[in-house]
């Protein structure tokens, strides 16, 4: 906890430095929401095949989903959001000057009752 999850579209230039971009996003949720660094796990997963509008192959995506555990108020997810897209802005700059990107971020709850973790005592809430 917290799971963060970034998808892109193939298409988009290698120039995104994920280590960096990740740290970033880790900053903010420890920050923002009260997340202990060494439990905010990230991923990026790019997709060669896609599907976007009208299909023209300068259409591109990425997609930020973060999932932590609930009890979070909606003021602090909203800040969290914005605070995370302006991060994908800053990073895929150069990208939205020559492709058609959207760039989007969803916040999630893990509800306590379905999610299990070990080692014992990694877990911490908020």
């Given at each position: 906890?917290p799971n963060i999850l970034l998808?892109?579209?193939?298409?988009?230039?290698?120039?995104?430095?994920?280590?960096?971009?990740?740290?970033?996003?880790?900053?903010?949720?420890?920050?923002?929401?009260?997340?202990?660094?060494?439990?905010?796990?990230?991923?990026?997963?790019?997709?060669?095949?896609?599907?976007?509008?009208?299909?023209?192959?300068?259409n591109a995506f990425v997609q930020?989903?973060?999932?932590?555990?609930?009890?979070?108020?909606?003021?602090?997810?909203?800040?969290?959001?914005?605070?995370?897209?302006?991060?994908?802005?800053?990073?895929y700059h150069q990208s939205v000057?020559?492709?058609?990107?959207?760039?989007?971020?969803?916040?999630?709850?893990?509800?306590?009752?379905?999610?299990?973790?070990?080692?014992?005592?990694?877990?911490?809430?908020?």
């Open positions: 906890m998808e892109t579209t193939s298409n988009l230039p290698d120039s995104v430095e994920f280590p960096k971009l990740f740290a970033a996003i880790h900053h903010v949720l420890h920050e923002t929401a009260g997340i202990r660094l060494d439990n905010c796990k990230s991923r990026v997963t790019k997709f060669d095949q896609f599907y976007i509008g009208d299909g023209h192959p300068s930020l989903s973060i999932r932590f555990v609930e009890g979070r108020s909606s003021e602090i997810k909203i800040d969290v959001g914005n605070q995370c897209l302006a991060l994908l802005k800053q990073f000057a020559r492709l058609d990107l959207q760039v989007t971020v969803e916040i999630g709850d893990i509800h306590l009752e379905e999610y299990f973790k070990y080692p014992e005592g990694t877990f911490t809430p908020q």
